[in-house]
């Protein structure tokens, strides 16, 4: 007989209209069996009952629905940021927040490199960090005999000491865009976008994606899940060759692995055809723990990185349009072949113009194959209206909102990209959910720290760090928000049929929280206690 | 290390990019030539020009390669950069949607690249209809903004009226690029990979634009020979120093009648030969001239008459 355990929690919030709130849980062989009261374990015979979670609140396992798998990897380079963090292994590393303590960081992690290794260091957003901008003659206090990077939280940009700018070549006559300079002329350190980073990123060899490949990435991003409440997460841009695949396949079915694993096959460079072949032959090889057939499209760049492709009236200072990943008619062709081999698609739009593009793309491909039930998702969909909105309903089209651009972009937008009036209606959460659009709310991890109650309160607040409050009237719900970070978000990737809500016959996925979201106030949503998970019915908690 | 020359062939979708391409990888042009492609599909390569074929990177036997870009360009980028012997050149064929101002970047920042030009290539045919399209207008007007050299193809093909629109509207776009007529993308590949006048400066292209109503730009047309015959010295030194409507620059090198090879170069009014060791490939001339002055018919006439025939 397998082993019946009865959990009893201060609450659970179930997410299930028929029976919103608990007090019991009861798991066999990793799936939820009973919900309600101390009385549903009587039917089931045996059950051993288990009181450890009696002062916590056990809410659905958390869905993390646009991360990355380099999300715990990351931390292999020294954490510069300005927040505290908590790495994978639980060490806590309070934010910098002047050059003296980050210097003062850098320096004790130089002692333990080797003579001349250089050093690299991430999460630093200069947006939240005092005094002058940073440049290569603070990162020289730290060394000057080995290269220092600081790759910044955006990751659309370092800053160098000089001994990494003499190591890439770069000099007095260096002339490229994104190499800035200080008043007396000479280099800066600063190194803006790729094309400036890679000098430093190939002779350091240093590659972000190399990163997020391996075990120990797959081992890394399992516990920083587990400290966020989050039983399942994307890697929402996978390569996904064989030799990662036999990994991910291997790692994921260990008995003592905590995260269920959504990886997104990146087919952007691929022909149709080899795309959906490929989608196909991943997605046979699915497991539990593995989940694999969504496919990850690009179409444009960024709003703060004046890449988005947006509609008129466009950037605030007239910047010119942004890009296109592909040719529009290429990207029609891809679309069209995914959807007509049913595949789900997740895809990166981010200005209006590319999300009205995408949805007239689906559209057309429904045309063909008609269906409605595909859940394609809008990724980010930062700008969206209310007519993309209530078209995306109309085409069972979903929407993965980047709630956490309105608190660590919010300002800036409001100031530099698309003004105060577009910025109050980015990531139109309670538009989404009036046009009835299932709603999904993400971190983009690295992008933005891993942590789904954060977004949520985002959702909820939609401040920014100046205090400006970003389109009161797109605010949710305390309730909605976190309806968006379990069952949304499990529909959005269509699985919801397992997880994103606490009911029989669902796997048993809680988060494991320390207060209730329900009864503390709106505003201190992201401060309310992450005490672990409960996944597959295995406890995570410690 | 010195740096490896690069340039960026760009242009919008079916515009002509890939046959410019599979010229540059079969033109008898004796340089190790790398073109970085998206994908293999449209190349078209003779099955006997193909050396052997891996992965990501196609071997010619004319020591010319083609690498796709794969997953990630800068990782392309630095497979070909870690390259021994390294090419001699890199030529970056671009999406139909980059921005060559953003893909230029990359060799201007990184020393051991050296940006010499980007060509643009719009086609006679389609161009006006593309510029129309609301997502994709503003993306071709950019990439016009930052050509040194625009190629034009299917001006065979294309009606008068259309070649003239687009004559308008690269003049208009592009003022100060040079112009190429290209059917079928036979332009001597020297002509393409010469440095380029660099126009990755923009600020904005279209604030330029207003400025320009006059064409700084000029029109030109080639001219290719490539085989084995000899040349009699004193009726090349003749063609050197000829009136040739039209003529830009005319270069090549070829064998002469005393079996010695001789390296040749003419630019406007200055004209040069010398004797240099024998060449791999066959002998090779090239030449430019402006369009509608130039006529390569008549320049192949001349240069029947210099090769030794006898």
């Given at each position: 007989m397998a082993d019946t355990v009865l959990y009893s929690a201060r609450r659970i919030i179930t997410m299930e209209p028929t029976q919103p709130h608990a007090t019991h849980v009861l798991v066999r062989e990793g799936r939820i069996l009973g919900v309600g009261g101390p009385e549903i374990a009587a039917p089931w015979g045996t059950v051993r009952h288990d009181d450890r979670f009696r002062d916590a609140v056990l809410l659905p396992g958390f869905v993390e629905a646009h991360s990355h798998m380099m999300t715990g990897a990351l931390w292999e380079y020294l954490y510069c940021g300005n927040v505290d963090r908590l790495d994978p292994d639980g060490t806590l590393w309070p934010g910098v927040t002047t050059v003296d303590e980050m210097i003062g960081r850098m320096q004790a992690a130089i002692a333990r490199l080797p003579a001349g290794a250089p050093l690299v260091c991430w999460g630093f957003d200069p947006l939240f960090f005092e005094g002058d901008r940073l440049n290569r003659l603070h990162l020289d206090r730290a060394a000057t005999d080995r290269p220092v990077v600081v790759i910044h939280q955006s990751f659309h940009l370092m800053t160098v000491n000089s001994a990494a700018l003499d190591m890439a070549g770069y000099?007095?006559?260096?002339?490229?865009?994104?190499v800035p300079r200080l008043p007396d002329g000479s280099l800066m350190g600063e190194l803006q976008e790729m094309a400036a980073m890679f000098p430093v990123m190939r002779r350091l060899n240093l590659s972000l994606q190399d990163l997020s490949r391996g075990e120990r990435a797959m081992v890394q991003f399992g516990k920083a899940a587990v400290q966020t409440g989050v039983t399942t997460a994307t890697d929402?841009?996978?390569?996904?060759?064989d030799t990662e695949l036999d990994t991910l396949l291997s790692v994921t079915a260990r008995a003592d692995y905590p995260l269920r694993i959504v990886p997104a096959l990146g087919v952007i460079g691929m022909e149709p055809e080899t795309a959906v072949a490929r989608a196909l032959a991943v997605r046979a090889r699915s497991t539990d723990m593995l989940r694999m057939g969504i496919c990850k499209v690009m179409t444009d760049g960024s709003i703060q990185g004046f890449t988005a492709r947006m509609n008129?009236?466009?950037?605030l200072g007239g910047q010119p349009n942004g890009i296109w990943n592909l040719e529009p008619a290429r990207l029609k062709s891809l679309i069209a072949a995914l959807h007509g081999a049913g595949l789900n698609m997740q895809l990166h739009t981010n200005g209006d113009e590319a999300s009205g593009f995408v949805l007239d793309a689906i559209e057309e491909a429904m045309w063909t194959h008609p269906t409605g039930d595909s859940r394609h998702t809008l990724q980010h969909c930062q700008m969206a209206g209310e007519d993309q909105f209530h078209r995306a309903a109309r085409l069972g089209v979903c929407v993965n909102l980047f709630a956490n651009h309105l608190w660590y972009y919010g300002d800036a937008h409001c100031d530099f990209t698309v003004g105060p009036d577009r910025a109050a209606r980015m990531n139109a959460c309670r538009s989404a959910l009036d046009n009835g659009v299932t709603l999904a709310i993400h971190s983009d991890s690295p992008v933005t720290p891993l942590g789904p109650l954060h977004v949520a309160w985002c959702a909820v607040n939609r401040i920014t760090p100046k205090g400006r409050v970003l389109g009161a009237n797109q605010r949710l719900s305390v309730l909605e928000a976190l309806h968006a970070i379990t069952l949304g978000a499990a529909r959005t990737l269509k699985l919801d049929r397992d997880i994103g809500s606490i009911t029989p016959g669902k796997c048993a996925d809680f988060a494991v929280l320390g207060d209730d979201p329900l009864t503390r106030a709106p505003e201190d949503l992201r401060d309310i206690p992450v005490l672990g998970t409960v996944q597959g019915g295995r406890v995570f908690v410690k | 290390m010195t740096a490896i020359p690069v340039t960026l062939i760009s242009g919008y979708l079916g515009a002509g990019k890939t046959t410019v391409v599979n010229h540059i990888l079969s033109d008898q042009h004796g340089r190790r030539i790398c073109v970085l492609v998206n994908d293999f599909g449209e190349i078209a390569l003779d099955a006997d020009l193909i050396d052997n074929r891996t992965g990501d990177t196609v071997a010619l036997s004319n020591g010319c390669m083609c690498c796709t870009i794969g997953n990630d360009f800068y990782s392309a980028i630095d497979r070909i950069l870690r390259m021994s012997p390294r090419p001699e050149h890199l030529v970056i064929e671009t999406s139909g949607v980059a921005d060559p101002f953003k893909v230029g970047q990359i060799a201007l920042a990184e020393p051991e690249m050296d940006l010499r030009g980007v060509i643009v290539v719009v086609d006679a045919v389609n161009f006006a209809n593309a510029m129309t399209d609301p997502f994709l207008g503003d993306t071709l007007r950019n990439q016009l903004a930052t050509a040194g050299l625009v190629l034009i193809t299917k001006s065979d093909i294309a009606s008068p009226g259309a070649l003239k629109s687009l004559r308008v509207t690269v003049a208009t776009l592009a003022p100060e690029a040079l112009r190429m007529v290209a059917d079928h993308g036979r332009v001597p590949s020297e002509l393409l990979l010469d440095p380029l006048p660099l126009r990755l400066k923009r600020s904005d292209p279209h604030a330029h634009a207003q400025d320009h109503d006059h064409d700084h730009g000029a029109e030109y047309r080639g001219w290719v020979w490539t085989g084995s015959a000899r040349a009699d010295s004193a009726a090349l030194d003749r063609l050197l120093g000829a009136d040739i409507a039209g003529l830009y620059r005319l270069k090549g090198l070829v064998q002469t009648e005393d079996g010695g090879w001789n390296a040749f170069h003419r630019a406007g009014l200055h004209a040069e030969r010398r004797a240099v060791d024998p060449p791999h490939g066959q002998g090779r001339a090239v030449a430019v001239g402006l369009a509608g002055h130039f006529d390569p018919a008549e320049l192949q006439s001349a240069w029947d008459r210099v090769l030794d025939h006898g």
């Open positions: 000099g007095p006559d260096t002339n490229a865009e994104g929402l841009y996978a390569e996904l060759d008129w009236p466009g950037y | -």
